[in-house]
T-cell receptor, first 112, second 119 residues
Framework: QSALTQPPSASGSPGQSVTISCTGTSSDVGGYNSVSWYQQPPGKAPKLIIYEVSKRPSGVPDRFSGSKSGNTASLTVSGLQPEDEADYYC????????????FGTGTKVTVL | QVQLVQSGAEVKKPGASVKVSCKASGYTFITYGITWVRQAPGQGLEWMGWNNPHDGNTNYPQKLQGRITMTTDTSTSTAYMELRSLRSDDTAVYYCARVPYGAYHYDSWGQGTLITVSS
């Protein structure tokens, strides 16, 4: 299975919105509602911010939202804040537990 | 609160083995799966496999088959990942993460363990 494609970088000024795409195939992103998103600040472990395409874990601000259309999932960060500067990864189920999930290539978000 | 605390950084020579531990607390250990993910320096995330603490079932990616073993000790709520025949390209930060059964996301992560393979 191939990696999911994300843009290498995205940026926005404080208060603005940024949207990150995660493009796969009908065998992963398009085939299941099992896309999740993770935020990884520099030097830290990833943290779950969206699961099952659009659900937010408890404690994650509602500035983070997820959606999916066809084979592309998207993460939108609204009202950018300096602490949102981090790497963001998407992960999708790919139809077989034996093969594991397929990971996105990662997007570095810079708050200007 | 849920915590996964991993063992400390190690330096290994090529050909050696390493065993990383991941001690869970704040939840009933056998009611969630454990996955392992690694991240080479400056690179993205790579899935290393999955372990079911309830029945010991494991899944590994083809590229690591034969070199990796994941186990759990339910008496201490600790998961282990052993990687053998280490190579320089195994240098990475290794993470354990909790996986709800029947789901495909990782809802809590360890702090990471840096494994450096160098002669």
């Amino acid at each position: 299975q191939s990696a999911l494609t994300q843009p290498p970088s995205a940026s926005g000024s404080p208060g603005q919105s940024v949207t990150i795409s995660c493009t796969g195939t009908s065998s992963d992103v398009g085939g299941y509602n099992s896309v999740s998103w993770y935020q990884q600040p520099p030097g830290k472990a990833p943290k779950l911010i969206i699961y099952e395409v659009s659900k937010r874990p408890s404690g994650v601000p509602d500035r983070f939202s997820g959606s999916k259309s066809g084979n592309t999932a998207s993460l939108t960060v609204s009202g950018l804040q300096p602490e949102d500067e981090a790497d963001y990864y998407c992960i999708s189920y790919a139809g077989s537990s034996k093969l594991g999930e397929v990971f996105g290539t990662g997007t570095k978000v810079t708050v200007l | 609160q849920v915590q996964l605390v991993q063992s400390g950084a190690e330096v290994k020579k090529p050909g050696a083995s390493v065993k990383v531990s991941c001690k869970a607390s704040g939840y009933t250990f056998i009611t969630y799966g454990i996955t392992w993910v690694r991240q080479a320096p400056g690179q993205g995330l790579e899935w290393m496999g999955w372990n079911n603490p309830h029945d010991g079932n494991t899944n590994y990616p083809q590229k690591l088959q034969g070199r990796i073993t994941m186990t759990t000790d339910t008496s201490t709520s600790t998961a282990y990942m052993e990687l053998r025949s280490l190579r320089s390209d195994d240098t990475a930060v290794y993470y354990c993460a909790r996986v709800p059964y029947g789901a495909y996301h990782y809802d809590s992560w360890g702090q990471g363990t840096l494994i450096t393979v160098s002669s």
